[in-house]
Nanobody
Framework: QVLVVESGGGSVQPGGSLRLSCAAS????????MGWYRQAPGKERELVAS???????NYAASAKGRFIISRDNAKDKMYLQMNSLKPEDTAIYYC??????????WGQGTQVTVSP
């Protein structure tokens, strides 16, 4: 059974930092790509950052310069270091895993709240 679990969310003041983690297990093939998405209340889910097997990264404009995505391929884990957080970063953050080229799984999400 494929399991994707996020952790590391919480509440922080503007300008603060959080580090999100994602752990994938039970995937029978190599993971092709992993990504972080977020969904704020009343808004659609959007891509924050993604990382391929070869380390190639992609960031949303809102995340560039503040967030860093990284991955431990050996452990099927992914991280998102979020710095200089803003209230508009408040959302549920989801981990997305693509494997076997076409299959994908989502985690349950972790809440990030940025407020004074």
């Amino acid at each position: 059974q494929v399991l994707v679990v996020e952790s590391g969310g919480g509440s922080v003041q503007p300008g603060g930092s959080l580090r999100l983690s994602c752990a994938a297990s039970g995937i029978p093939f190599d993971i092709n790509a992993m990504g972080w998405y977020r969904q704020a209340p009343g808004k659609e889910r959007e891509l924050v950052a993604s990382i391929l097997n070869d380390g190639t990264t992609n960031y949303a404009a809102s995340a560039k310069g503040r967030f860093i995505i990284s991955r431990d391929n050996a452990k099927d884990k992914m991280y998102l270091q979020m710095n200089s957080l803003k209230p508009e970063d408040t959302a549920i953050y989801y981990c997305h895993v693509i494997w076997a080229g076409l299959r994908s799984n989502w985690g349950q999400g972790t809440q990030v709240t940025v407020s004074p």
